[in-house]
């Protein structure tokens, strides 16, 4: 009922309707009720995450879905999104992601990858240079990387950057001399 609530509301704004995360109903607290909203052709504003906002909190006090108290944010998805559905795998092709599996996948639960596709229920990614499928029931969590691969972590990486670092030092030290 809340996700139909909040797609309401991102339809009556102009914006689309990305992903929501309910708190937790056994909390006495009460939690954070998140709403992600879109717009593909722009991206999202400040105004727009305020009228959102006001609209699904106006329709959840007539409503009221939870017993307790809350708090309502409404944000964009960011530049590292998260990806929930098939579709947002699919709009994603192309893009480095990071992942996390339930069951391991060729020996491995953690995954930063390129995301080539989505084919019959499973996201196909390139590790390494190797195509590798994982089904889409067995993602734990994934999201967008914005940044590019980190460097390698093994002992050739670790020379590699403390040598940089060392160049970049002595330079530095020239100029000081001088």
Request: hydrophobic share 30%; proline share 6%.
């Amino acid at each position: 009922m809340t996700e139909e609530l909040a797609r309401r509301a991102c339809t009556l704004n102009g914006v689309e309707f990305y992903h929501i995360e309910c708190p937790d109903s056994r909390s006495r607290r009460g939690g954070v009720l998140r709403v992600f909203i879109d717009r593909p052709e722009g991206g999202v504003t400040h105004e727009d995450c305020i009228r959102v906002s006001r609209q699904l909190s106006a329709l959840l006090d007539v409503e009221d879905p939870f017993a307790g108290s809350y708090t309502l944010e409404v944000s964009s998805p960011g530049m590292e999104r998260g990806l929930y559905t098939p579709k947002h795998f699919e709009a994603n092709a192309g893009n480095p992601v990071r992942l996390r599996t339930y069951a391991p996948v060729e020996g491995r639960r953690r995954f930063d990858a390129r995301l080539l596709r989505t084919e019959n229920g499973h996201v196909v990614l390139d590790v390494e240079g190797c195509e590798v499928a994982i089904s889409l029931s067995n993602i734990a969590k994934a999201h967008l990387r914005a940044a590019p691969f980190p460097p390698p972590l093994g002992r050739a990486g670790r020379k590699a950057r403390s040598g940089n670092q060392r160049a970049r030092r002595s330079k530095s030290s020239r100029r000081k001399k001088r």
